[in-house]
């Protein structure tokens, strides 16, 4: 069956977006582009809009604005003309749940009442936020709760961006809304012929807050597109998110501090290296054909060899940049030294400035694989080591909150085995040759 779609892949199945039941549209997620043609379409003159939509871009990305009328500088009758048309747009937090092991996870609901999780995992060094791109995924790897999940739709740009807003909210990290506004303000003219707030903006970019803020110490300091769904298939929504949440005027969070795992959408691999260019993650997982089909079925579609060459291939990788292959750790499946042998030659073989994440399997219920025990975990990564190619095994993070790698899913369905496989079929219908 030839994949629907843009290119090859099919991006899923989409329920489309219900306009806002009042109509206003959504700030977060327009590029600048969109936000400066949206304010237009709204009324406010051309002439003052590429400012304005500064103004804007500021207050909600760099200050955290929840609500239009905490514009401070925007006057009261233009905060008013943008709050007939607008909202800033953050998804609902139906749950907030913190582990043991500090690892908090939410759950968001989007305006159609769609659902999805993101996690927050703090280190001593740094912070990641983990971050969904579908709700559910098109795919079903064996391993995954995720893959139980009927698909229902792509996360938009909002969407995406909307978890980094929940997570600085609650990790208490927008710089102070009450602190005076730009220190040092720029004085652009308005069309009046007054002086008043309208006229004032400030140097994009620059700190607003006053003295007491800077971005330093911030506990957020990586993503991962490593939450619900497989972001290369919703390629155009993740990278636009994307953009945004790397913009200097507003999060400013480095590509270098970014992470795209996909489990091999072959097609889409060199678009994300020139478009995106963030970090690669490959959900590798196996090193055998038959193994690999029957966990991370995408393989049945695009082979090891395949993926490994569109690797090889990807925009930016080098030995400063490493590829981070992961790989789950299921015993009796694919926990073999002959496994680790051969992962180290095919990184050899295709030259990839490559490390190795080992994940010990997250259970969920009704899994049916089991954890390689501790000694086969540590024996398979000595071997990597070995090699010379950094294979460190990942501790499993908020297991106790179900917010570990593979272990997110928005809906508290029960779901029998025979379920569960008439699923998997359904979903390899869609997509499989
Ligand atoms: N869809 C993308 C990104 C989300 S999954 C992908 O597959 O790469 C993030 C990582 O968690 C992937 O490497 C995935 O294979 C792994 N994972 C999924 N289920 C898991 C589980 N139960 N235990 C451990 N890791 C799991
Ligand atoms: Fe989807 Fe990734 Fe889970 Fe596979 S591992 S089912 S691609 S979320």
New binding site residues.
């Given amino acids: 069956m030839q994949i629907p779609g843009l290119v090859d892949p099919k991006p899923v199945p989409r329920k489309p977006m219900p306009a806002r039941a009042d109509g206003k549209r959504a700030l977060l997620g327009l590029s600048k582009a969109q936000l400066r043609e949206a304010l237009i379409e709204a009324g406010i003159p051309e002439k003052q809009a590429k400012m304005r939509g500064q103004q804007v871009w500021h207050w909600i990305y760099h200050r955290g604005a929840t609500e239009i009328d905490a514009f401070a500088n925007i006057s009261k009758d233009t905060r008013a003309l943008l709050a007939q048309h607008f909202v800033v747009g953050r998804p609902e937090v139906v749950t907030a749940q913190v582990s043991t092991d500090g690892t908090r996870k939410w759950l968001l609901r989007f305006d159609d009442g769609e659902e999805a999780e993101c996690v927050f995992i703090p280190d001593a060094y740094r912070g990641t936020l983990c971050v969904s791109s579908q709700v559910g995924?098109t795919?079903n790897?064996r391993?995954?709760?995720?893959g139980t999940m009927k698909l229902v739709r792509n996360l938009t740009p909002a969407e995406i961006v909307g978890q980094v807003m929940v997570a600085r909210d609650a990790l208490g990290e927008w710089p102070n809304a009450s602190a005076p506004v730009a220190p040092r303000p720029t004085v652009v003219a308005d069309d009046d012929d007054d002086f008043d707030d309208d006229d004032v903006a400030w140097i994009p970019g620059q700190n607003q807050a006053g003295s007491n803020y800077t971005s330093d110490g911030r506990m957020l300091t990586n993503i991962v597109?490593?939450?619900?769904?497989?972001?290369l298939y919703n390629f155009e929504n993740v990278r636009d998110a994307l953009q945004i949440v790397m913009d200097g005027d507003g999060l400013g969070l480095s590509k270098r501090r970014i992470t795209l795992?996909?489990?091999g959408v072959v097609p889409m691999m060199a678009r994300a290296g020139t478009e995106i260019g963030v970090n690669l993650?490959?959900?590798l997982?196996a090193v055998t054909k038959e193994i690999r089909d029957e966990i991370v079925p995408i393989n049945k579609k695009y082979g090891i060899e395949e993926l490994l060459s569109a690797c090889a291939d990807y925009p930016g990788a080098n030995n400063a940049r490493r590829i981070t292959f992961?790989y789950?750790m299921l015993k009796d499946k694919n926990d073999r030294d002959e496994d680790a042998h051969e992962l180290v030659r095919l990184i050899r073989k295709y030259r990839l400035p490559a490390k190795v994440n080992l994940?010990?399997?997250?259970?969920?219920p009704g899994?049916i694989y089991e954890t390689s025990t501790p000694e086969r975990v540590s024996r398979f990564s000595d071997i990597i080591f070995q090699a010379g190619i950094s294979a460190p095994v990942r501790r499993p993070r908020g297991r106790d909150i179900m917010a570990?790698?593979?272990?997110l899913k928005s809906s508290s369905e029960k779901i029998t085995r025979a379920e569960l496989d008439r699923r998997a079929a359904e979903k390899e219908d869609l997509w499989v040759d």
Wanted: net charge negative; aromatic share 12%; proline share 9%.
């Fill in positions: 995924c795919l790897c391993f995954c709760f995720t597109m490593m939450g619900m769904g497989e972001p795992s996909t489990s993650a490959v959900s997982h992961e789950v994940i010990p399997f997250n259970p969920w899994s570990a790698c593979g272990q």
